[in-house]
Nanobody, 124 residues
Framework: QVSLVESGGGSVQTGGSLRLSCTAS????????MGWFRQAPGKEREVVAA???????YSTDSVKGRFTISRDHAKNTVYLQMNSLKPEDTAVYYC??????????????????WGRGTQVTVSS
């Protein structure tokens, strides 16, 4: 069984911080691009940030300077540190993985493996 399990979601006030974690079930994910997506009510899912197997990163403009994606290969875990949270960050956040390169996932917008999501709620 291949799985990605997210944790760390919750409710915070505007300006607060959360750190999301995603742990993969297999060491093969060390060679995969990992991404964080979010989906707010009434909106399509969007990419938030992604990180390559070598540590190169991407983040969408709306979170630049506030969110940081990182990974720990020894723990088979990827993190999303979210600071200066805003109400518009409220969404279900999903962890995803794909064997393609970081640029490949950006080009296609497709990931093979997905977690079940964790809710992040930011109140004003």
């Amino acid at each position: 069984q291949v799985s990605l399990v997210e944790s760390g979601g919750g409710s915070v006030q505007t300006g607060g911080s959360l750190r999301l974690s995603c742990t993969a079930s297999e060491e093969a994910f060390k060679n995969y691009t990992m991404g964080w997506f979010r989906q707010a009510p009434g909106k399509e899912r969007e990419v938030v940030a992604a990180i390559s197997s070598r540590g190169a990163t991407y983040s969408t403009d709306s979170v630049k300077g506030r969110f940081t994606i990182s990974r720990d290969h020894a723990k088979n875990t990827v993190y999303l540190q979210m600071n200066s949270l805003k109400p518009e960050d409220t969404a279900v956040y999903y962890c995803a993985a794909d064997p393609k390169t970081l640029l490949g996932t950006i080009a296609t917008g497709k990931y093979t493996y997905w977690g079940r999501g964790t809710q992040v709620t930011v109140s004003s």
